[in-house]
Nanobody, 125 residues
Framework: QSQLVESGGGLVQPGGSLTLSCATS????????IAWFRQAPGKEREGVSC????????SYAASVKGRFTISRDRAKNTVYLQMTSLKPEDTAIYYC??????????????????WGQGTQVTVGS
C-alpha cells in the first residue's frame, strides 16, 4: 500500500516561511513523480509543485514560482516543500500525492493515484 504522510503545517505570518514534509512508504519513490497540491475552502484543488524522478526536473504553479521550492531526499523517502514570502492567499490544506507514472501530467489531480491526508497551512497576522 502506497502511503504519503504530510507534516509541518501551521500558522505563519505574512512574509514568513514554512517547510512541509511528505514521508512516503510502500513504493519506490524513484519510479514516480510526486507533487504538492492545495485546496482552500470553496476552491478547486490546484497543483502547486511537482518533482519527477528521472529526469529529476521540477515544475511550479505561476502563483508560487520564485517563492516555493520542492526537493526530494531519497535516503529518507521524503519530499519537501519549502515555502517563503508566504501570502494570505497561500492559506489552504496542502496535500502530497504520487502520480501514476514518472510524469507530472501538468499537475492534473486525476493522474495522481495515492494521496496523503493533508496538512493545514494558515497565513495570517
Amino acid at each position: 500500500q502506497s502511503q504519503l504522510v504530510e507534516s509541518g503545517g501551521g500558522l505563519v505570518q505574512p512574509g514568513g516561511s514554512l517547510t512541509l514534509s511528505c514521508a512516503t512508504s510502500g513504493f519506490i519513490m524513484d519510479n514516480y513523480a510526486i507533487a504538492w497540491f492545495r485546496q482552500a475552502p470553496g476552491k478547486e484543488r490546484e497543483g502547486v509543485s511537482c518533482v519527477r524522478a528521472i529526469p529529476d526536473s521540477t515544475s511550479y504553479a505561476a502563483s508560487v514560482k520564485g517563492r516555493f521550492t520542492i526537493s526530494r531526499d531519497r535516503a529518507k523517502n521524503t519530499v519537501y516543500l519549502q515555502m517563503t514570502s508566504l501570502k494570505p492567499e497561500d492559506t489552504a490544506i496542502y496535500y502530497c500525492a504520487r502520480a501514476k507514472r514518472n510524469q507530472c501530467y501538468q499537475m492534473a489531480p486525476e493522474n495522481y493515484v495515492a494521496w496523503g491526508q493533508g496538512t493545514q497551512v494558515t497565513v495570517g497576522s
